[in-house]
C-alpha cells in the first residue's frame, strides 16, 4: 500500500482541473483562478499578476511548481509570475497556515502546480491551441506533444503569445489634479509578448518514477508611460504604433531545472525534489542623473539576478491503516546580484533549511487527528551598497551608504493541529490551529531607493524579526442531492507582522514621492468564504461564491493596503442537449459584485464598488477522430468603466479594461 494521504486535509483547500482552466481562462493563471473563493490578485496591467489568498500575497503565498517553490522575486508588487499558464493541468489551492510543511512564507497560503501523471501505456498524444483576445489584440499559441513507450515518456510544450496596448473605456484621467489623455481609449505602452518552452522527460518503473523538467520562461511588457515617475501629456501622445514597446519595459528570463523521484517500498513512499532556478529580471528606462555626476549610460535600470538551488525530501510511512507518518526536509540557497544605474536592494546570500514531522490518524469511524512540528534555521548575508559622491561631472569626494552589511541568523519551532469530523453523510467540519512564520526578506532588511512603478522610495530596517502568528481555520461542508456547500471562516493574529509604512518624508531622489518605511506591529486578519454549486435541473447548474477579508494594524489603526473588497460571483451554466454525443455544447452568464473598498491604509485610495457581467459559450466535439474544443468568453459584457484596488494602477486613477472578446479553439491530436 502507498501512502497518498494529503499532507493537509484539515486546511481548506481547492481542487483546480484542466477543465477548469480551460473554461475559465484569464489573461494570467492567477486570472484564471481568482474565481476560487478568498483568490484575488495584484494586477499591472495585462500580463502581469500575482496571487493573493485571504489578502495576503507577496512573500506570505508560496507557489509550488513540482514540489519546487517559484522563486523570482515576489516581494515586489509589479513583479509578476513567471509561469507558462498553459503548461498547468492541475493544481490544488490550500488556504491557510502551512509552514509546518512548507516553511517560511507559507502563511497565507500554498498554490502547488501539481506533477503530470504518466500514463501506463504506450501512448502518442498532443494537442494545440490557439488563442485571440479582441481588447488588446492578442494573438497566441500553444502546442504540447507527449510519448510514452516502455514505461519511458517524453512531453515537450511551447507557448507564444504576442499583445498590444490594452483598451480602457476613457478617454482621460485625472492624476494630482491633472487631466490627462488616453488617446483612442488605448494605454500607452502596455504591449508585449511572451514565450515559453519546456521538456518533460521520465522513467517509470514498478518501484516508482523519475524525471526530469526543464523550462524556459520569457516576457517582455511595457509599463503605462508615466508608471516610472510622474505621468505627463507628452508622455501619452499616440506615436502611431500600438504593438511597439518603448521605455520604460520590463524583460524576464526565468530559467528552471528540476528532479523528482518517487520511491515505492511496501508501506512507505520515498519523495525527493531537487531544483535550480535562475530568474533574471530587468528593468529599462530612461537615464537621468542623481545630482552632479554623469549621466548613465544605456537603459538599463536595475537588474536583479537570482539564483536558487531547492530541494524537498519526504517520507511517508503507514504505520496502521489508519495511521500515517510524514517526515521530511526542505530548504534553499538563493544568491543575488544587481546591475543597473537605480540602486533599490543590495546583494545577498540567504540559507535555509528545516526538519518536519507530521502524523495523521483516525481516532474514531468519523474522527481525524492531525498533528504536525517544524524547526528551521537560516542564515542572511546583505553585502554593503556605496555609491559615490560627486562634486563635479567627473569627481568623486564621497561615499554614501545606502545600506550597511547585514548577516542575521534565525532559529523557529512550529507547530500545528487540526481535527476533521464526518458527522454525517451529509455534514462535515474541518478545524485548524497552528503557529506560522515568516523570515524577513533581504528587501525588508535593506531596500533603499526608488522602487519605480509603486511611487515611492521604499527603506528597509535591518532590525526586523521573525514575523510570526497565531492562525485558526474552520470550515463546514455539506453535500444535498442538488447542492454542494462549503463555508469557511479564518482568524489570523499577528505579533510582528511586516509592512510598509507611509513615513511624513519625501524623498531627495529624483521623481521618487514619499518615503515608506518597512516596520513590524501587531495585526489582526479575519473573514470568510462561501461556495455553493446547485443543480436547479438535470442541464442548468448554478454557482455562487462570496469572500470577505477584514483587517487591521493595531498599532497604526488603519487596514492593510490591497485588502480585497467583498466579493460576490454568481455563474450561471445550461448545457444544451444534443442528439449527437459526439458535441457538447454550452454557454455561461456571469455576474460579479465588488463592493466599495473604503478600508484603506495611509495614503491608499478609495475605490467605489461596481458590478460587471460576463458571458461564455463553447462546445465539445468529436472531428475525423480528434477532440475539438472551441470557446468564445466575453469578458466585461457592457463596457463598464470601473477601478480594481487590487490594480497597481490605481493609484494612477486609471480603469480597467473594457469589453474584452476571447475565442480559443484547442484540439487534442
Not at 297 to 307: D, H, I, V, Y
Request: aromatic letters at 12%; glycine letters at 8%; one cysteine or more.
Amino acid at each position: 500500500m502507498h501512502t497518498h494521504a494529503p499532507l493537509v486535509f484539515t486546511l481548506t483547500s481547492d481542487q483546480v482541473d484542466r477543465q477548469f482552466l480551460m473554461k475559465n481562462q484569464g489573461n494570467t493563471l492567477m486570472n484564471t483562478i481568482e474565481k476560487l473563493p478568498g483568490v484575488s490578485s495584484i494586477n499591472t496591467g495585462t500580463g502581469i499578476s500575482k496571487p493573493v489568498i485571504r489578502g495576503m500575497s507577496f512573500n506570505r503565498v508560496i507557489v509550488n511548481e513540482y514540489g519546487i517553490k517559484q522563486e523570482g522575486q515576489q516581494w515586489g508588487v509589479d513583479h509578476g509570475l513567471e509561469l507558462d499558464q498553459f503548461g498547468v493541468e492541475e493544481l490544488e489551492v490550500i488556504k491557510g497556515p502551512s509552514s509546518v510543511i512548507y516553511g517560511s512564507d507559507g502563511v497565507g497560503g500554498v498554490i502547488n502546480i501539481k506533477k503530470p501523471t504518466i500514463s501506463p501505456h504506450d501512448t502518442l498524444r498532443g494537442d494545440i491551441m490557439v488563442n485571440y483576445k479582441s481588447n488588446n489584440s492578442l494573438i497566441g499559441s500553444s502546442a504540447s506533444v507527449e510519448t510514452v513507450k516502455n514505461g519511458l515518456w517524453l512531453k515537450g510544450r511551447v507557448t507564444w503569445q504576442d499583445f498590444a496596448d490594452y483598451q480602457v473605456p476613457a478617454n482621460e484621467f485625472l492624476y494630482n489634479s491633472y487631466t490627462l489623455p488616453i488617446i483612442d481609449q488605448k494605454l500607452k505602452n502596455t504591449a508585449g509578448n511572451e514565450l515559453d518552452y519546456s521538456v518533460h522527460t521520465g522513467i517509470k518503473r514498478k518501484w516508482g518514477y523519475t524525471t526530469m523538467y526543464l523550462s524556459r520562461y520569457g516576457q517582455k511588457v511595457g509599463f503605462f508611460s508615466g508608471a516610472f515617475g510622474m505621468p505627463r501629456s507628452y508622455q501619452l501622445q499616440d506615436d502611431g504604433n500600438n504593438r511597439d514597446i518603448q521605455l520604460p519595459y520590463q524583460n524576464i528570463d526565468h530559467w528552471k531545472l528540476i528532479s523528482n523521484t518517487v520511491i515505492f517500498n511496501n508501506k512507505s513512499t520515498w519523495m525527493i525534489d531537487i531544483g535550480y532556478q535562475h530568474n533574471l529580471r530587468e528593468e529599462h528606462s530612461y537615464p537621468h542623473s542623481h545630482g552632479q555626476g554623469p549621466t548613465p549610460q544605456g537603459t538599463l535600470a536595475l537588474q536583479l539576478s537570482l539564483k536558487t538551488y531547492s530541494y524537498n525530501l519526504r517520507w511517508n510511512y503507514d504505520i496502521l491503516e489508519n495511521w500515517h507518518l510524514f517526515v521530511g526536509s526542505n530548504g534553499q540557497v538563493k544568491t543575488n546580484t544587481i546591475d543597473g544605474f537605480e540602486s533599490l536592494i543590495p546583494e545577498y546570500e540567504v540559507k535555509q533549511t528545516g526538519i518536519y514531522v507530521l502524523q495523521d490518524l483516525r481516532i474514531a469511524k468519523k474522527l481525524y487527528w492531525q498533528l504536525g512540528a517544524r524547526w528551521d534555521l537560516a542564515r542572511q548575508e546583505a553585502q554593503e551598497t556605496r555609491l559615490p559622491i560627486y562634486n563635479d561631472d567627473a569627481s568623486i569626494t564621497d561615499y554614501s551608504i545606502r545600506n550597511t552589511h547585514i548577516s542575521k541568523s534565525y532559529s523557529i519551532p512550529t507547530l500545528s493541529s487540526g481535527v476533521g469530523f464526518q458527522a454525517s453523510p451529509k455534514n462535515s467540519f474541518k478545524y485548524n490551529v497552528g503557529t506560522a512564520f515568516r523570515f524577513p526578506s533581504v528587501p525588508e532588511l535593506a531596500s533603499n531607493g526608488v522602487h519605480h512603478g509603486t511611487f515611492r522610495h521604499e527603506v528597509g530596517d535591518s532590525e526586523l524579526d521573525v514575523e510570526k502568528g497565531v492562525l485558526q481555520d474552520i470550515s463546514w461542508h455539506n453535500h444535498q442531492k442538488r447542492i454542494d456547500l462549503t463555508l469557511a471562516v479564518f482568524y489570523y493574529n499577528f505579533s510582528n507582522y511586516i509592512y510598509l509604512r507611509p513615513s511624513s518624508n519625501f524623498s531627495t531622489l529624483p521623481e521618487a514621492g514619499q518615503v515608506y518605511e518597512y516596520s513590524q506591529g501587531r495585526v489582526n486578519i479575519t473573514g470568510g468564504e462561501l461556495s455553493a454549486t446547485s443543480l436547479v435541473f438535470n442541464n442548468l447548474t448554478w454557482m455562487l461564491t462570496m469572500e470577505y477579508v477584514w483587517n487591521k494594524n493595531l498599532d497604526l489603526n488603519y487596514p492593510l493596503p490591497f485588502t480585497p473588497p467583498f466579493h460576490i460571483l454568481s455563474d450561471w451554466e445550461y448545457q444544451f442537449n444534443v442528439r449527437s454525443e459526439r458535441a457538447k455544447p454550452w454557454i455561461r452568464l456571469s455576474a460579479e459584485t465588488f463592493s466599495d473598498q473604503n478600508r484603506v491604509d495611509q495614503n491608499e485610495k478609495r475605490t467605489p464598488g461596481h458590478y460587471l457581467v460576463h458571458m461564455a459559450l463553447g462546445v465539445e466535439f468529436q472531428l475525423f477522430n480528434q477532440l475539438f474544443e472551441c470557446q468564445l468568453h466575453v469578458k466585461n459584457l457592457t463596457n463598464k468603466y470601473y477601478l480594481n484596488n487590487m490594480s497597481r494602477y490605481r493609484i494612477l486613477n486609471l480603469p480597467e479594461q473594457g469589453r474584452n472578446i476571447q475565442v480559443s479553439i484547442k484540439c487534442s491530436l
